[in-house]
Each structure stands twice: as C-alpha cells, then as structure tokens.
C-alpha cells in the first residue's frame, strides 16, 4: 500500500515539506486547478507541478481528479469533443508518471455536506450531512456555495443545468458513464492508466438529481460493462459507508481480490438517525470498521494507493473544510499503525 496526501497545488497552505514530514508518505494526489473543466491540460503545466512534488521527495502518481465535463454525463452537446480532450489527458499524464486517475460521475455537484463546522464534545469541528438540513438547502437560490462545488456557475447557468438533468434518469446516466468508459479504457490500457472512479458522496440522490455509483449492485455492473483491470474504484470508505446497506468490510474484500481498487480513500463517519458526522480516524469514535478495511487490504497484498480522508479541524488549525493538515496526518498516522501492526 502506497500512502499518499491530497494536496491542492502551491496556493495549498499546506506546504510539501509537511507533507514530506508525515511517516511514510510516498506521494501526493493533485490535479491542475486553473484549466476549465473538460480541456486539455497543457502539458507544461503537468511538467511543472511533477517536478514540485518530485524537488520535495514526494511522488505525484495519483491525479484527483481530471474533472468529467457535464456534457458527457449528460450525454448531450459537446460529449464526443470532451472525451477527446479526456483522452489526451490521459495521454498526457501518462507521460509524466501518473498511474491512477480519480473521477467521479455525480452530476452537477460533487461531495455535498449540509454543515461545514460542526462542534464536536472535544472543541474539534467536522463535516456533517443531516437530511432536516438539506431540505432547507435549493440550489436554485443560486447562493449556496459549499466545498467540493463548482463555485464557477452563475445562477442561470445552475437552473438551466439542473433543468437539463430532469431528462436523465439512472438508466439514462449509467449509459452515458459507459458509453465514456468504454471510449476511455483502451486509451488507459495502451498507456497503463487506471482509472478508479470515486463514489456518489453522500450515495445517495439529492436535490432530485440521479446518483449511480452508490452501491455494489450498480459497482458490479460498472465494472462487468467495461471488464478491463483499468477500470477501477476509488474505494471511498465514507462515501460508500454513509449507506447502512453497504457492507463496506465485505466490498473491500471483494473488490479487492478482483484487483479493481486501484485508490483507497479512508475516513470514519458516525451514522446518526438523520445523517452522518466526520469523525476522527480512529475506530471508536465512527461506524466505520477501519482496523478490518486495513487488515483485508493486507491480506489481499493491495498494491495501490491509499489516503487518509477528510480530517477535522484541530488544534486551532483552519482552512478548507476537510483538507487540514493535522488531523489528516494524524488519520495517515493512524493507519500506518494498523498496517505496521500487520507487517512486524
Ligand atoms: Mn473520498
């Protein structure tokens, strides 16, 4: 298992010495952030931030994400010219050492929490979904704005998007996920890319939008559809684990002894009546069997790379919700612990 850290690029408070400060750090998941979704990253820019990660000992082997412009997920407009484009990224990548690219299909909004500061007994805050709250949220105001979104829309452009999805069904989304996949997988196979496509978060749908990669039923279809070992998950512990009916102990034995985790993303949550809270990493504090998830990666000799999760906020530390350093050090440190255990 190669350990890795999200980081944001150089305007990321978080510097890469830290990062290289953290045990066993083998590298840094990033992505070019100043090219808009669905182009062509210059591959200068590629060259640049590799050279970055590589001048502070760290790898740059996993790329979160290369965006999927809403036309393909909508199967309308500019689809083909896009796949296209997505296709020279992955080329390009390739060239500069990446062997895993992270994405996700969820339509218009990414990762969605209804509070970002929730005050924990301990004085640390985290992120939280209760669904009393969502109902509260219509992202027709045109003026929520929470991380993980796409800030960029002006609000008729948000309405007149979220009109076009009311044509799209899950039937309809899960084609047009595979009619990209099945465009994108001989490219990935030709250069030796995996692609390992994040969950729905939370996997479920919201604001009446179509939400598909939720649940084994609709995993094991994605991945029978477009039967290649390039086209993987990004086992997101707390996307998937935020669904009581998902097994997640039982998910990452399966999936892993398929060889199709190619990306661990690992966090604990704490289901609650009418939603979940981030926790700490540590087993007690969520519902998340961490110590099991680490120990059946071990005993299927997973190779691929894993990252502590979401952290909270501690020790006086602020900055993006989720993406601290402490306490995400602390989940890697937490997790390392499990691993050595293991090892020694
Ligand atoms: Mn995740």
């Known amino acids: 298992m190669k350990m890795t850290f999200r980081w944001y690029g150089i305007d990321d408070k978080i510097k890469l010495e830290y990062i290289r400060q953290i045990p066993n750090m083998y590298g840094v998941v990033t992505a070019i952030y100043d090219v808009p979704v669905g182009n062509v990253w210059p591959e200068e820019k590629i060259a640049n931030l590799k050279n ?64 970002l500061d929730k005050i924990a007994v301990d004085g640390s805050t985290s992120l939280v979904y209760y669904a009393d709250q969502l109902k509260n949220m219509d992202p027709r105001t045109g003026d929520l704005n929470l991380p993980g979104w796409d800030a960029s829309y002006k609000k008729e452009e948000l309405i007149s998007l979220l009109d ?35 969950p729905d978060d939370p996997p479920w749908s919201i604001f009446n939008l179509p939400r598909i990669i939720t649940c084994e039923k609709n995993i094991d279809r994605m991945l029978k559809e477009v039967d290649s070992p390039c086209n993987g998950l990004t086992f997101c512990v707390g996307s998937l684990g935020a669904s009581k009916n998902n097994d997640i102990v039982r998910l990452v034995d399966k999936y892993s002894k398929m060889g199709r985790i190619h990306f661990m993303h690992i966090r604990n949550v704490k289901l609650v009546e009418n939603g979940f809270e981030e926790t700490a990493h540590a087993q007690s504090y969520g519902s998340m069997d961490i110590v099991n998830i680490v120990k059946t990666l071990y005993k299927n000799n997973f190779d691929g790379y894993i990252r502590p999760d979401h952290g909270r906020m501690i020790w006086g530390e602020t900055g993006k919700p989720g993406y601290g350093l402490f306490d995400r050090a602390l989940g890697a440190v937490y997790i390392n612990g499990i691993i050595d255990s293991l090892k020694y």
């Not at 896009?82 to 218009?108: E, H, S």
């Not at 039937?171 to 996920?177: A, G, S, T, V």
């Open 52 to 115: 970055i990660c590589n001048e502070n000992g760290l790898t740059m082997e996993v790329i979160e994400s290369v965006p999927v412009h809403e036309d393909i997920k909508l199967g309308s407009g500019k689809r083909d010219e896009y796949i296209d484009n997505y296709c020279q990224n992955i080329r390009n990548l390739a060239k500069y050492g990446v062997k895993c690219i992270c994405y996700n299909f969820m339509p218009v909004f990414d990762w969605t929490r209804t509070q």
């Open 164 to 198: 076009k999805y009311k044509e799209i069904d899950e039937e309809k989304m899960f084609e047009n996920l595979i009619y990209f996949l099945k465009r994108i997988i001989p490219v990935c196979e030709e250069c030796g890319v995996n692609m390992a496509i994040h």
